[in-house]
């Protein structure tokens, strides 16, 4: 079992940045796989970015790419999302995942485990 805490979630305006956290506890952090998946309301949770388990390889949906940046800390057992550039169209819950694999994925339904989400708005 892995628990996924988020947190650094928040209201700011467009054009700012926002810091996301996600720290794991539970198994062997470092054996997973990690993404970012979001969801607004009424729509299905898409893909954001995800990152190898030894941290190497990243990968971003065209979105957010060149904006967002994932990183993990495997001695913290977190893993990050910066998000530079934020616009109104980024405001959604934002979930961590982690998957048993060396590259992850970006379907959400090959990842075992969620955190429980936070909210990020950004304002106009």
């Known amino acids: 079992q892995v628990q996924l805490v988020e947190s650094g979630g928040g209201l700011v305006q467009a054009g700012g940045s926002l810091r996301l956290s996600c720290a794991a506890s539970?198994?062997?952090?470092?054996?997973?796989?990690m993404g970012w998946f979001r969801r607004t309301p009424g729509q299905e949770r898409e893909f954001v970015a995800r990152?190898?388990?030894?941290?190497?390889?990243?990968n971003y949906a065209a979105s957010v790419k060149g904006r967002f940046t994932i990183s993990r800390d495997n001695a913290k057992n977190t893993v990050y999302l910066h998000m530079d550039s934020l616009k109104p169209e980024d405001t959604a819950v934002y979930y961590c995942?982690?998957?048993?694999?060396?590259?992850?994925?970006?379907?959400?339904?090959?990842?075992?485990?969620w955190g429980q989400g936070t909210q990020v708005t950004v304002s106009s």
């Open positions: 539970g198994r062997a952090f470092s054996s997973y796989a």
């Open positions: 990152i190898s388990r030894s941290g190497s390889i990243m």
């Open positions: 995942a982690a998957v048993p694999s060396a590259l992850g994925s970006e379907r959400e339904y090959d990842y075992v485990y």
